[in-house]
């Protein structure tokens, strides 16, 4: 079964430094989901991205943040410079249109900044 | 600013109990609403619901969606120790904008 992989699964970062958390969505999906969950908090939407450019982005997804799809597979979150407060789980998702609207997630990459 | 309610945050039932779930939300540009399963990691999805009135049905679990009165609702029947996790429901927006509410925490006891 086709499913949203993510890498790494956990990443420590010093604060001020850049990450690039990377997904690899399902292939045949058409719209690609950042998503970051703070420990013991919901669910929140950062960015959705479409035909190679971003269709929404939420007020948490600012200057520091850019997403990208490089290759065509993979689908990228960098974070600039690292803050505190951005220590949290980051999801990925995809979701195809033939298929409905239905929405796969990534198992998840566990950001630490230290 | 568009905002997804669910109750009850949290609870604790009994293996055999049915348990009921409620979403509410106040969006512009609804498309679908969807409930989702978070056990230790990501959320898996279990429904997705468009049409007022449809009920879909997975099993033990089930789902209708209210679009006049701007709700769903979560079933699942006979409740195991399994099932116990947070349900997150989540609205689509046109613009492919998800707005994800706070989650209910389902806990089962033997």
């Known amino acids: 079964e086709p499913e949203v992989t993510q890498t790494p699964s956990h990443q420590v970062t010093q604060m001020g430094q850049e990450v690039i958390l990377r997904c690899v969505p399902i292939s045949n999906h058409l719209y690609f989901y950042w998503y970051r969950q703070i420990l013991g908090q919901k669910v929140e939407f950062l960015v959705s991205?479409?035909?190679?450019?971003?269709?929404?982005k939420s007020e948490i997804f600012d200057d520091q943040f850019s997403v990208e799809r490089p290759d065509g597979s993979n689908f990228t979150l960098k974070i600039r410079s690292t803050k505190l407060e951005d220590s949290a789980m980051y999801f990925c998702?995809?979701?195809?249109?033939?298929?409905?609207?239905?929405?796969?997630f990534g198992p998840g990459t566990r950001l630490t900044v230290l | 600013e568009d905002k997804v309610v669910q109750s009850p945050l949290s609870l604790v039932v009994h293996e055999g109990d049915t348990v009921t779930l409620n979403c509410s939300y106040e969006v512009t540009n609804f498309r679908s609403l969807l409930w989702y399963k978070q056990e230790k990691k990501a959320p898996t999805f279990l429904f997705m619901l468009?049409?007022?009135?449809i009920e879909k049905k997975s099993g033990r679990l089930s789902s209708i969606l209210d679009k006049k009165e701007l709700f769903s609702i979560l079933n699942i029947t006979a409740t195991q120790t399994g099932d116990s996790a947070v349900y997150l429901c989540a609205v689509l927006l046109y613009g492919q904008n998800f707005v994800f509410g706070p989650g209910t925490r389902l806990s089962v006891l033997p």
């Open positions: 998702a995809s979701r195809g249109e033939l298929a409905g609207n239905e929405q796969f």
């Open positions: 468009t049409s007022s009135g």
């Open positions: 991205f479409y035909n190679n450019e971003i269709s929404e």
